[in-house]
C-alpha cells in the first residue's frame, strides 16, 4: 500500500531544527509591523515614512488593542529616538516597536503610561537602569535589556489567553513553511510553557519545542520559587512535542556601545555549577569581547 507523491521535481528533506528561536518575541512581530525586511529598513532617520507606514497600519488594525513594531533604531547617543516620533504615528494604543535584537523596545508615550513606566522610579533597580530618561527624569521612550521586562509584563498581562495562543499557534505555522519543526526556545517562563501545552493539547502546536528558563538581559537567582518553577516544568513537560529541562543565562546584553555585563564572574560560576549539579542543561548569551 505504498502512496507515492510526484513533486514535480521538488526536493524533500528531514524537518529543520532551529536551536535558537524566540517564539513570543516572533509571534508579536507576525502580529505587528516589520519596518526592517531584507527589502528595506525604514528607520528614524526617514521619520516621514517611518510615521506614515506606521500610521496606515495601526488604521487598518482598529481592533488591536496593541500595536506592535520591528525596526533597526539607536539604542546608544546620539541617535537614541524618543517617544514623541511615535506619538505621531499612535496616540490612542500602546505602540511597541521591537528592535531586531530584541535587546530593546521603542514605545509611545500611550505604551509608557501601559507598562506604568512614569517619571517614578520602578521598584527594581536593575529594571530601572535600563529605562532611558532624560535630563529631568522623564522617561524618553526607550527601554533596554532588563528593563524590557516592565513593558513585556504589561503586554503578556493585558493580552488574554486566547489572544497569546492564536499568536503562538500562527508563529509556529509560520516556522513550518521553512521548514522548520522543532525549536529550542531560548527565553521562556513558566506562563508561556504553559501555553505551548494548551496547544499541544488542542494538536495545534506544529513545531516542537524545548523551552529555556530566562528572559532578556534579566538575572537568574537561586530562590525557592525559582527553583520549583523549575522542577514543575522539567517533570511536567517532558514529551515528544514540549520539554523544558534548559536554563538561558545572559552573561551580558546586546545594547548601546558596549553590551552591558550582568553578573560578576563569581555569581554566574556559582549558579552555572548549582544547575548542572541539578541536572539542567544551560545555554549562555555572551557578546563582549574584552
Do not use: C
Amino acid at each position: 500500500e505504498t502512496k507515492v507523491i510526484d513533486l514535480h521535481g521538488r526536493t524533500v528533506i528531514p524537518g529543520i531544527s532551529d536551536s535558537h528561536a524566540h517564539m513570543w518575541h516572533g509571534a508579536m512581530a507576525l502580529r505587528g509591523i516589520n519596518l526592517s525586511t531584507p527589502e528595506a529598513s525604514i528607520t528614524p532617520d526617514n521619520p516621514d515614512e517611518l510615521v506614515a507606514k506606521i500610521k496606515a497600519f495601526a488604521a487598518s488594525h482598529p481592533n488591536d488593542k496593541i500595536i506592535f513594531g520591528r525596526a533597526d533604531f539607536g539604542t546608544a547617543p546620539p541617535a537614541v529616538p524618543t517617544h514623541d516620533l511615535l506619538d505621531l504615528a499612535v496616540t490612542d494604543r500602546p505602540l511597541i516597536i521591537h528592535h531586531t535584537s530584541e535587546h530593546a523596545l521603542w514605545l509611545n508615550a500611550k505604551a509608557l503610561a501601559f507598562a506604568g513606566i512614569t517619571d517614578q522610579p520602578v521598584a527594581d533597580p536593575n529594571e530601572e537602569r535600563n529605562i532611558i530618561r532624560d535630563a529631568s527624569g522623564h522617561p524618553t521612550g526607550l527601554v533596554l535589556e532588563a528593563g524590557m521586562e516592565v513593558v513585556e509584563r504589561a503586554v503578556f498581562a493585558a493580552l488574554s489567553r486566547d489572544e497569546k495562543l492564536a499568536m503562538l499557534r500562527d508563529a509556529s505555522h509560520y516556522l513550518n513553511r521553512f521548514g522548520i519543526t522543532s525549536v529550542v526556545n531560548a527565553t521562556g517562563s513558566l506562563p508561556e510553557i504553559k501555553l505551548y501545552a494548551a496547544l499541544r493539547d488542542r494538536g495545534e502546536l506544529t513545531v516542537r519545542t524545548r523551552i529555556a528558563f530566562g528572559a532578556v538581559a534579566v538575572n537568574h537567582h537561586l530562590t525557592p520559587q525559582f527553583l520549583a518553577d523549575l522542577e514543575k516544568a522539567r517533570t511536567e513537560y517532558h514529551d515528544d512535542w514540549l520539554s523544558a529541562n534548559l536554563v538561558k543565562f545572559f552573561a551580558d546584553g546586546g545594547s548601546g556601545l558596549t553590551p552591558p555585563l550582568t553578573y560578576q564572574p563569581a555569581e554566574y560560576k556559582k549558579l552555572v555549577l548549582e544547575l548542572d549539579k541539578r541536572g539542567y542543561q544551560l545555554m549562555t548569551h555572551a557578546l563582549r569581547g574584552d
